[in-house]
């Protein structure tokens, strides 16, 4: 099955700055690369998405790159806010299962 | 309403106890899914299914079980409870492979 795994495990960054979260996967099958937002007492949100057939998307301060030949993929965040504060995973599926990275926790110093 | 309901949202019960997680979704999709949030090992799927007549199991259903008893409805249950099934839970639906939207999760604790 697929494997993602993601890093790093926790981030720290001032506010303004800007946070890059990495994530890799095995399958070369995947074709779907979403991102989930957990905030503290919540489930997961999805904050941005790419398909195989894109290499960059972006919205706002928020921004994912897909690269299929290295099978990696980043969310990228800039001009960080307190309330960017959350867990992050990322995911990979070929359609059937969705597979979760083990979560970046984001925290973001005032 | 939320999108996905879960029930009950918190829960403490004893080792060897039978106990079920419920959930319902108002996206009419039809592909459900439970998983397991433990610290530092992110999502793991328990069961998914794809409809109504359709159940899956997924990396870690050993100790659980599933039941579809509608488009909607999706409910695990736990046959024998031991303490490292101490977690919190999440039910989740999806259209396909598109986004997937989760409840507010069960945290279950067994003692």
């Known amino acids: 099955g697929e494997n993602v795994e993601q890093h790093p495990s926790t981030l720290s960054v001032q506010e303004g700055d800007s946070a890059v979260i990495k994530c890799t996967y095995s399958d070369s099958a995947s074709n779907y690369f979403p991102w989930y937002k957990q905030e503290l007492g919540k489930g997961p949100q999805l904050i941005i998405d790419?398909?195989?057939?894109?290499g960059e998307k972006k919205d706002q301060r928020i921004a994912v790159t897909l690269n299929k030949t290295a099978k990696h993929f980043s969310l990228h965040i800039t001009e960080t806010q307190p309330e960017d504060s959350a867990v992050y995973f990322c995911?990979?599926?070929?359609?059937?299962?969705?597979?979760f990275g083990t979560g970046t926790s984001l925290t973001v110093i005032p | 309403d939320a999108d996905v309901t879960q029930t009950p949202r918190n829960r403490i019960t004893k080792t060897g106890k039978r106990i079920m997680l419920e959930c319902s979704q108002t996206?009419?999709?039809?592909?459900m899914y439970w998983y397991r949030q433990d610290p530092g090992l992110g999502l793991r799927l328990i069961y998914y299914s794809f409809d109504v007549k359709d159940i899956n199991k997924g990396e870690i259903s050993d100790g659980y079980s599933v039941s579809r008893q509608a488009q909607a409805k999706f409910s695990l249950s736990l046959e024998s409870a031991i303490p490292n099934q101490t977690a919190l839970y999440f039910c989740?639906?999806?259209?396909?492979?598109?986004?997937?939207?989760f409840g507010q999760g069960t945290r279950l604790t067994v003692v």
């Open positions: 995911a990979a599926t070929t359609g059937n299962q969705f597979y």
């Open positions: 996206k009419g999709h039809d592909r």
């Open positions: 989740a639906t999806s259209e396909g492979y598109g986004e997937a939207f």
């Open positions: 790419i398909r195989s057939n894109v």
